[in-house]
């Protein structure tokens, strides 16, 4: 069974849920995990690779975009799609909805900004895994 993390973030806009990812991202590599980062959209998914190269000086996460080819030692893949198969681990989420792969995955970390809009989609997501028997955690950042 998929267990979800709900990341709250208060007041965060993009910027604060993308340097959000990026450390959490960060944390789950460290300990050894693939993770798959799935955004809304191709122009999120840029940014994010752009960032996970500057997001803290000295650190270093090896990545790729989603792409045809993935090298099969990078830990963490970014892209606005489905994963590749060989990732089923940990899928950090910064998607509106729940994605149909989700359960292929042993935890989903599913990162929620600080506005209304946000907070209620996250709500609905929420429902969604709930209802599927998925165990739920919530922390506040």
């Given at each position: 069974?998929?267990?979800?993390?709900?990341?709250?973030?208060?007041?965060?806009?993009?910027?604060?849920?993308?340097?959000?990812?990026?450390?959490?991202?960060?944390?789950?590599?460290?300990?050894?995990?693939?993770?798959?980062?799935?955004?809304?959209?191709?122009?999120?998914?840029?940014?994010?690779?752009?960032?996970?190269?500057?997001?803290?000086?000295?650190?270093?996460?090896?990545?790729?975009?989603?792409?045809?080819?993935?090298?099969?030692?990078?830990?963490v893949?970014?892209?606005?799609?489905?994963?590749?198969?060989?990732f089923?681990?940990?899928?950090?989420?910064?998607?509106?909805d729940?994605?149909?792969?989700?359960?292929?995955?042993?935890?989903?970390?599913?990162?929620?900004?600080?506005?209304?809009?946000?907070?209620?989609?996250?709500?609905?997501?929420?429902?969604?895994?709930r209802?599927?028997?998925?165990?739920?955690?919530?922390?506040?950042?």
């Amino acid at each position: 069974m998929t267990r979800v993390d709900f990341y709250l973030l208060n007041g965060a806009d993009d910027g604060g849920k993308h340097l959000a990812a990026c450390k959490l991202i960060h944390k789950v590599f460290r300990l050894g995990h693939r993770v798959y980062l799935l955004t809304e959209t191709a122009d999120e998914a840029g940014a994010l690779d752009q960032l996970l190269w500057t997001f803290a000086a000295g650190s270093f996460i090896p990545h790729q975009r989603l792409a045809a080819a993935i090298d099969p030692r990078i830990p963490v893949v970014i892209g606005n799609d489905a994963p590749p198969e060989a990732f089923n681990d940990v899928m950090v989420s910064l998607a509106h909805d729940v994605p149909p792969y989700y359960d292929r995955f042993q935890r989903v970390a599913e990162i929620v900004g600080g506005d209304d809009t946000e907070k209620q989609r996250a709500r609905e997501r929420f429902r969604f895994y709930r209802e599927r028997g998925c165990p739920l955690e919530t922390h506040t950042l």
